[in-house]
Nanobody
Framework: QVQLVESGGGLVQAGGSLRLSCAASGSIFSINAMGWYRQAPGKQRELVAAITSGGSTNYADSVKGRFTISRDNAKNTVYLQMNSLKPEDTAVYYC????????????????WGQGTQVTVSS
């Protein structure tokens, strides 16, 4: 069993900052890419930022220059530092990780966190 547990969401005023964390635990053999997605009411889930096991990053155009993704491989944790937040960043943020488990070390699967609400007031 693998679990992704997110923390750090909340309510913040426009221009403020939040830091999201997501820790993976369980019978993990390896973690490939990790990332953050978000889903606003009435909209599809979209990629916000992703990071490979080697540290290469990818960002949605809407967050470039404001958000920073990072990871601590020793802790199986990924972070999302969000600065200069805007009301349009309001959404439920989901952590995603591509993981191979001890039971199947040659197969990787997508795992998702439960989501954490980020609300930015104007």
């Amino acid at each position: 069993q693998v679990q992704l547990v997110e923390s750090g969401g909340g309510l913040v005023q426009a221009g403020g900052s939040l830091r999201l964390s997501c820790a993976a635990s369980g019978s993990i053999f390896s973690i490939n890419a990790m990332g953050w997605y978000r889903q606003a009411p009435g909209k599809q889930r979209e990629l916000v930022a992703a990071i490979t096991s080697g540290g290469s990053t990818n960002y949605a155009d809407s967050v470039k220059g404001r958000f920073t993704i990072s990871r601590d491989n020793a802790k199986n944790t990924v972070y999302l530092q969000m600065n200069s937040l805007k009301p349009e960043d309001t959404a439920v943020y989901y952590c995603n990780a591509v993981i191979a488990t001890m039971a199947s070390v040659w197969e990787e699967y997508d795992y998702w966190g439960q989501g954490t609400q980020v609300t930015v007031s104007s």
